[in-house]
């Protein structure tokens, strides 16, 4: 496979649910990021991993938790979610953060629904 | 952080060239231009970017005004798989923290590319 994927592509919850949202790319870089698009909302940007190391949190609520075990993987672990969480969630790459990751490679998301 | 205005709608013939204009009056000298494209069910493309000269690359070219305040995406030949949503975003790539991380998408121009 190439690019950035993302499993599952769609995803239904309960707010008492636990699961994880999955990221994979194989563009051999080092950066990746966790983004929210909500339908009535600009793209909001969650978390960034550099190296694995995380690097922002972007005021994100504790009920979402990423993980980083490599520079390939990307995870969003949920927990007590709120329906407003309903969204769009996209992983990202790019080479790295310099110059802020100019060109960044997105995956085709997570369709999140909370009930 | 310095806004972007673009039309909301613009239709093209198949195998026409499509111009798309983005103003930017507030744009800083350390401002970079981005141009973003989301398919339906899909996540953000990669267009092009650029500082101050035009750029071309395979998917397209960007103008930019010679003042910066405004700058034009044009596709040469549209195709009906270039029907999307375009944003023009300002990134200063020269900050840090998660501000020249984020990609701050507005509402973009949808572009209808008509058979």
């Known amino acids: 496979e190439t690019g950035v994927t993302q499993t599952p592509r769609h995803l239904v919850m309960g707010m008492t649910n636990k699961k994880s949202l999955k990221c994979e790319q194989h563009?051999?870089?080092?950066?990746m990021y966790w983004y929210k698009q909500s339908a009535k909302k600009p793209l909001e940007l969650m978390f960034v991993?550099?190296?694995?190391?995380?690097?922002e949190n972007n005021s994100v609520p504790s009920r979402f938790s990423p993980e980083c075990p490599n520079s390939s993987h990307l995870f969003l672990h949920l927990h007590t979610l709120q329906p407003e969480d309903s969204a769009l969630y996209l992983c990202?790459?790019?080479?790295?953060?310099?110059?802020?990751?100019?060109?960044?490679?997105f995956g085709p998301g997570t369709r999140l629904t909370v009930l | 952080d310095a806004k972007t205005t673009q039309p909301n709608s613009m239709e093209s013939n198949e195998e026409e060239p499509v111009h798309l204009p983005c103003n930017h009056s507030?744009?800083?000298?350390?401002?970079?231009i981005h141009w973003y494209r989301q398919l339906p069910s899909q996540g953000p493309e990669y267009v092009i970017h650029?500082?101050?000269s035009n750029v071309n690359n395979r998917m397209a070219s960007l103008a930019i005004a010679e003042d910066r305040k405004s700058s034009t995406l044009i596709l040469h030949r549209a195709t009906l798989r270039d029907a999307a949503v375009y944003y023009c975003?300002?990134?200063?790539?020269?900050?840090?923290?998660?501000?020249?991380?984020?990609?701050?998408f507005g509402k973009g121009t949808k572009l209808s590319v008509i058979p």
């Open positions: 990202a790459s790019s080479q790295d953060l310099l110059a802020g990751g100019l060109e960044q490679f």
């Open positions: 563009l051999g870089h080092n950066a």
């Open positions: 991993y550099n190296f694995k190391e995380q690097t």
């Open positions: 507030t744009i800083s000298g350390t401002d970079y």
């Open positions: 650029g500082l101050t």
């Open positions: 975003i300002l990134r200063d790539v020269g900050g840090s923290g998660a501000g020249s991380y984020q990609l701050t």
